[in-house]
């Protein structure tokens, strides 16, 4: 009575819909909604490649790669002996509770080929140099959002509608939604600068799609040539910390549980502050450990100059080169700790 559809219809769409579903493996749940895909073939080998990049595991890292190299060489995608063909239409569609009724978050058509080549695109904004101990280069699109929420909590989901805007955004390569970025400084903020390569993946990608001629600066690792003071006082941050862990072995809290959030907001204010502990523990450097003073004061020196101010206030996006320089900082230290 409310809709312009006939029974007929209705009762195919529905007996459709109920078939798909029940095909637990090619379903998955994003937030609070379900993510149902099909390819107009009725071809599984399309279902599997979709599964295997939105969620990649650690088993299977080697063949996505080898799909998305076979991509960039305009070679033939092969998924399990079958070549996949790039032309071939793929639906997703995404639904969401509503009132004992389902709602439609999105529905997106595209062909197979440009799906990879828009997630593709995704998971190289996605690169970030990760510890040592990270065995797995793709993230997936669930792991992605866990960054944004906090694990100690009972409710571990992402917000809803956010966690379906950020899957629409990266299957048709479109700008990720800003709650994306804000959840994750809030998260960063609330457990006090912790922050993950997760987390420094999510801000590197959402900068470099979201911002425009950001790509030259957001290098996967340190750039050391980068000016832009944001990017540097987050280096100078990471250091001062170092400088303290240094001074101060099996110290259980640093500078950053205490100075973190303020030295990425209004930096003015906290920056001389660190300065002068930071000298106090090159003081104690300079008695015990001589070498790592003469390293640390080095590394000052060629941050410092590439500073003119402490700016008073730094905006959403400042914060994000803020919290990037200081990630990268921190794991060119480790990098040099596994070198040594």
């Known amino acids: 009575y409310n809709a312009p559809v006939g029974k007929y219809a209705e009762f195919a769409y529905i007996s459709a819909l109920n078939y798909l579903l029940a095909q637990r493996k090619y379903t998955f749940s994003i937030g609070d909604s379900m993510i149902v895909y099909w390819a107009e073939a009725a071809k599984q080998e399309y279902q599997d490649a979709l599964l295997a990049l939105l969620n990649p595991i650690k088993d299977n890292q080697d063949e996505i790669h080898n799909i998305f190299e076979n991509l960039r060489k305009n070679r033939p995608v092969v998924v399990d002996d079958i070549e996949l063909n790039p032309a071939q239409k793929f639906y997703i569609l995404c639904l969401a509770p509503n009132a004992a009724r389902l709602s ?16 593709a695109q995704h998971y190289e904004r996605m690169k970030i140099i990760r510890p040592s101990y990270i065995d797995y280069e793709y993230l997936g699109v669930d792991d992605m959002l866990k960054a944004t929420v906090n694990l100690n909590s009972r409710d ?11 899957l629409w955004a990266i299957l048709q390569d479109a700008r ?36 425009k001629n950001m790509e030259g600066e957001l290098c996967m690792g ?14 100078l941050f990471s250091v001062l910390e170092s400088i303290q862990m240094d001074a101060n072995p099996g110290i259980k809290s640093t500078i950053r549980d205490r100075y973190f959030n303020s030295a990425c907001a209004t930096p003015a204010s906290v920056f001389p502050v660190l300065i002068k502990l930071k000298n106090s523990h090159i003081k104690k450097l300079e008695r015990e450990k001589e070498s790592s003073r003469i390293y640390y004061e080095k590394l000052l020196t060629e941050i410092m100059d590439k500073l003119e101010i402490y700016p008073k206030r730094l905006s959403l996006e400042e914060q994000g080169k803020f919290i990037l320089g200081y990630y990268h900082q921190m794991q060119k230290k480790y990098e040099k700790r596994e070198e040594k």
Do not use: C, H
């Open 222 to 235: 340190l750039n050391e040539e980068n000016k832009d003071t944001a990017y540097v006082l987050g280096r």
């Open 176 to 211: 990720y939604p800003v709650s994306l970025y804000t959840d994750t400084l809030i998260r960063i903020r609330a457990e006090q600068g912790r922050v993950t390569w997760e987390r420094a993946a999510i801000i590197k990608a959402y900068m470099i799609k979201n911002y």
């Open 156 to 166: 571990k989901t992402p917000v809803s509608n956010m966690a379906a805007m950020v």
């Open 104 to 119: 439609v978050r999105f529905f997106y058509q595209n062909s197979f080929g440009n799906i990879m080549k828009n997630l």
